[in-house]
């Protein structure tokens, strides 16, 4: 009999959030809520969406109405500070008890200045750039009058049919972990500048697994999956001190999240300790009813004693908890815990201090899309393109000769920031044909031609604009046009693939390659046989296996925000080395999906690699289990070498560390970064864990011929996870352990654990 090593679920929870044990605020709010008549407290709970509020009018407005009379506690999606600050005034003079609002937006990557869709900086492994994004966007919407920002998305996924993998940090625990501790961290810093803004975590949770990728769909996983696999990063976000959580639209175990007691008060602050605000995502009380809950006051009820405490666009609340109360359908302290904790977020944003506190209007100018914060934007968006490929090193392009710049992403302002940014200016943006006319000066010729409309199809590219506009016009002529500006060119630069609006909310898709009529002209400019590049722009993984075979050399540049044009350039001209490693993983074939790195293994495994169809074992007729590009993958413009992996003992003892090092060597001719990743595999344990897992990782700087030792320590805190009993721990025995450039390309130590 094996010894099992369990420490119980609890143990590891987090330290209680900081609001929790704050006398000075307790006595505050204790008071202020003696003064609060119920009507007041449930207004408190109520999170409307401002509209548009021209000054002097806002207390005129419906919602200024509704402000001054004390029955709304947050507004959200507003631009601008006079209109907030107006709003402020009403909530503070008008209202009898002057209580200022909560002011929140959708700043995703940014605020003005966008930084690349969270998942290509995901694809930048760089922890410390991340950050100080997420502390640029703190900065630049605060001083335009945000408290709260609908921010970090976590949610893990798998399905890279699901548009919303865009918002994400990609397919893994481990990293994903790491990526929302550092956006909680820059965002809300410790709340002692009026630059830290309130987070929010969401969706809460399993949001990223909705049923074939499509948006908004049923939810249905084991525990043992959703504690090991999907939970982490959500768990990590509470730790780092998130103020905030958003519920997400989707069931959990057949209950919607943000009616689900035992996800939003049994494990989020019973077990995990957040003492937090709970908001529902846009309109989820109500769509409870949709999914067959009931009516609006049993949602609602249910919703609020679930441990909803804002109701985000319903108002479900305002129209029916007091009459719940009257009938014993909720509790006056049902009522009271929701309202506390509306306004204990409010007191730690410094708005009882000073409702006016981010309402600066000269910050505009000195903290808004400024050159530093472009700098920074321009430096990370470089940092998060994927080399997917680079025969003979047709990149970096040289400036000089004729360079032809084809595609329906070449010459769009709008399309370069990407989904999901409320506040972005795009007529202050670059597009790509700019960028590459600046970066050149002179030295090379761009000839452009747009070669294509975005899709066949009129009423699906207007479906996939959603008011970002690409041109349209005959496909033939186009086509000609290109053909021709191609065949005078030294080489081909393409700017293909999706418009920023085929990913993100509400947009899925069911096929994962190209759009058809870029997918054709590629291969006519391919044929026409002068070199071409493919800038792949997108927002979840792509498939391209024709591309891989075909086309010297693929850069997935994602969306980069809004300096992704001078971005790309810098390392199309090889002024900057490419280092994004992908993270999700790039499958061969969309029916592949869902696909991921970190999969289990089956009863009749194939090996990587194998090149034919195998009969009663687990593989496809038509299709082989391979993705076309693994987890952890990318190119530089220099490369790199692995010693063997050495350990520094044979065997981990409980409460000791053993440490795993490799020599990486920078063998080319240039300085580059290198993210040097660990993976581990249990050999055998109490349930079959998966083949490899992340469990480390450092981006390192490498000049040309300089090698660095790169260690990782393992202790059993990092091995440990949930059993089927959800029992948190390791088990002795052999614990393969990896490292290498990704994770498919791994040197290998078996370690033993006692
Ligand atoms: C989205 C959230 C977003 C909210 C407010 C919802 O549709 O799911 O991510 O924060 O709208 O804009």
Not at 283 to 305: C, Y
Request: negative net charge; glycine residues 10%.
């Amino acid at each position: 009999m094996k010894r099992i090593i369990v420490s119980v679920l609890a143990v590891l929870m987090s330290v209680p959030a900081m609001m929790a044990d704050n006398h000075e605020m307790k006595a505050f709010v204790d008071k202020l809520m003696s003064k609060m008549t119920v009507k007041e407290k449930i207004g408190q709970l109520n999170l409307v969406v401002a509209g548009d509020i021209t000054t002097g009018k806002a207390a005129d407005s419906e919602v200024g109405g509704e402000i001054a009379a004390g029955s709304v506690g947050g507004v959200f999606n507003i631009k601008g500070v006079d209109g907030i600050r107006a709003l402020q005034e009403v909530a503070v003079k008008k209202s009898r008890l002057g209580i200022p609002l909560l002011v929140g937006m959708d700043v995703i990557h940014g605020y003005e200045t966008i930084f690349p869709i969270p998942l290509a900086q995901s694809c930048s492994w760089d922890m410390e750039a991340i950050e100080k994004g997420a502390r640029i966007a703190a900065k630049e919407a605060s001083a335009d009058g945000i408290n709260w920002t609908f921010s970090p998305m976590v949610d893990i996924c798998v399905d890279a049919r699901w548009g919303r993998v865009a918002e994400g940090g990609g397919e893994d625990p481990f990293l994903g972990s790491r990526i929302a501790e550092a956006m909680v961290r820059g965002y809300q810093g410790d709340y002692s500048q009026n630059s830290n803004i309130m987070a929010c975590l969401k969706h809460f949770a399993l949001y990223g697994g909705a049923e074939a990728g499509r948006d908004y769909n049923t939810v249905d996983m084991s525990r043992v999956r959703m504690f090991n696999q999907y939970l982490p990063p959500y768990k990590a976000a509470v730790d780092a001190g998130v103020s905030s959580v958003m519920s997400s639209f989707n069931i959990v175990d057949g209950v919607p999240a943000t009616g689900n007691r035992w996800l939003l008060t049994e494990l989020l602050r019973d077990t995990w300790h957040f003492g937090g605000l709970v908001a529902s995502d846009y309109g989820s009380i109500g769509e409870m009813m949709t999914h067959g809950l009931g009516d609006l006051p049993s949602v609602s009820a249910q919703a609020l004693k679930a441990g909803t405490d804002m109701d985000m666009c319903t108002r479900g609340f305002v129209q029916t908890l007091e009459k719940s109360l009257e009938e014993g359908r909720v509790s006056m302290s049902d009522i009271d815990n929701a309202c506390r904790r509306v306004l204990e977020a409010k007191y730690i944003l410094g708005l009882f201090d000073d409702p006016y506190k981010f309402c600066d209007g000269k910050r505009r100018k000195k903290d808004i899309f400024t050159e530093e914060n472009r700098r920074a934007a321009r430096d990370m968006a470089a940092e998060t393109f994927v080399l997917l490929k680079n025969d003979n090193n047709l990149l970096p392009l040289e400036k000089k000769g004729k360079i032809a710049l084809i595609g329906p992403l070449a010459d769009t302002r709008a399309n370069m920031a990407g989904t999901w940014c409320v506040a972005y200016t795009p007529d202050r943006y670059s597009t790509l044909k700019e960028g590459l006319e600046r970066a050149v000066a002179g030295k090379a010729e761009i000839l452009y031609a747009q070669g294509c409309n975005l899709t066949a199809d009129a009423q699906m590219q207007k479906d996939a604009e959603f008011g970002r506009t690409i041109k349209r016009g005959d496909d033939n002529a186009m086509r000609a046009e290109a053909l021709r500006v191609a065949r005078d060119a030294d080489v081909i630069v393409c700017a293909m693939g999706e418009s920023s609006e085929m990913s993100g909310e509400s947009s899925s898709r069911s096929d994962l390659t190209l759009p058809d009529i870029q997918m054709s002209l590629l291969k006519e400019l391919v044929a026409t046989g002068k070199p071409v590049v493919l800038l792949n722009f997108s927002g979840r993984p792509t498939v391209m296996t024709w591309e891989s075979r075909h086309v010297p050399a693929i850069m997935n540049v994602w969306f980069g925000g809004s300096e992704a044009a001078d971005a790309i350039a810098d390392v199309l001209f090889g002024d900057k080395v490419p280092s994004g490693k992908l993270t999700m993983t790039m499958p061969a074939a969309t029916g592949q999906v869902p696909i991921y790195y970190n999969h289990l293994p089956t009863g009749r495994p194939v090996p990587d690699g194998a090149k034919d169809y195998r009969k009663y074992q687990s593989n496809y007729l038509d299709v082989r289990n391979d993705p076309l590009y693994p987890f952890g993958y990318g190119l530089s413009y220099t490369t790199f070498a692995y010693s063997d992996l050495t350990l520094s003992k044979g065997t981990l003892a409980s409460g000791g560390s053993v440490r795993a090092t490799v020599t990486v060597t920078n063998t080319g001719s240039r300085d580059g970064y290198e993210v040097v990743q660990m993976y581990i595999h249990d050999r055998a344990a109490r349930i079959s864990r998966p083949v490899k897992e992340l469990k480390g990782f450092s981006r390192i700087h490498l000049s040309a011929g300089e090698s660095k030792d790169v260690s990782f320590d393992i202790t059993p805190e990092l091995l440990k996870y949930y059993d089927s009993s959800l029992r948190y721990g390791i088990d002795p025995g052999e614990v393969e352990i990896m490292v290498g450039p990704d994770s498919r390309n791994l040197k290998k130590a078996v370690l033993n654990v006692e």
